[in-house]
């Protein structure tokens, strides 16, 4: 007998962290998920341990031309995306004072985190409102509502996804699109090696300066719950931070 689905989700980012534990998560529930990131390689590891329910998709939401063909290089029964899950971001070269830190890096951050994930919805929420069904799900961070000193891209470009989620969320009332926004903590992924070009030491020693941190088991769960919720539930916004 045919394995019956719950339906087909998109995770940006799925090669990593939030993204990936998100996308076991969802496989694991009966979801049919496409596994999208830029590192082929590790989504091809990804997709391997999650079975038949998964696909992989080569994909840079930085690069219009690679958003612009998202849907065109995905097969024909796996077009129809019922939910969306943009995860994909990044804070390379974070952490520095506004004047001292790489303009060329910090437009690169915005480009990702901010217009990489427009681009994304953009492609995909034809399809939702022409079924009158879908659900994005933006995946945002305690800097969407707090600056800090070194933060001064990443924080602008959370701001600006808070705005743009608050945005479409009035946009698709009403016309079966689900839209919710994840403000997630403080989270145990290897954001900060990356932020830090690799360097894992630096990035344990960073987390390991507070008493909790979350892990992104628990930010998947979360976005488990919104997308679980009947048709007239939207979940819009849920802040989600460690215990102490």
């Known amino acids: 007998m045919e394995q019956q689905y719950s339906g087909t989700a998109l995770v940006t980012g799925a090669s990593s962290g939030i993204g990936a534990a998100t996308a076991r998560m969802l496989a694991r529930q009966g979801w049919r998920v496409i596994c999208a990131a830029r590192r082929a390689d590790r989504l091809a590891e990804q997709v391997r341990a999650l079975g038949s329910g998964a696909i992989a998709l080569t994909l840079d939401i930085s690069d219009a031309t690679s958003v612009d063909t998202l849907l065109e290089r995905l097969p ?117 090696e990356s932020r830090l070009r690799g360097d894992r030491l630096g990035a344990d020693e960073f987390y390991g300066t507070f008493p909790v941190t979350l892990k992104p088991d628990d930010i998947a769960r979360t976005i488990l719950f919104a997308i679980e919720q009947p048709p007239h539930v939207t979940i819009a916004e849920m802040l989600v931070i460690p215990a102490s």
Not at 89 to 98: A, E, K, L, Q, S
Not at 111 to 137: D, Q, S, W
């Open 76 to 192: 024909d029964d796996w077009k129809t995306i019922d939910v969306l899950i943009n995860s994909a971001g990044h804070d390379v070269g974070g952490r520095h004072r506004f004047d001292i830190g790489s303009m060329a890096e910090w437009a690169k951050t915005i480009e990702t985190n901010a217009i990489g994930t427009m681009r994304v919805t953009h492609a995909v929420v034809p399809g939702m409102l022409n079924r009158a069904r879908g659900h994005i799900v933006n995946i945002g961070s305690t800097s969407s509502v707090n600056a800090y000193a070194g933060g001064a891209a990443y924080v602008a470009s959370k701001f600006a996804l808070s705005g743009f989620t608050k945005s479409i969320l009035a946009d698709y009332r009403g016309k079966g699109v689900r839209v919710t926004h994840i403000l997630a903590g403080l989270t145990r992924t290897n954001f900060v």
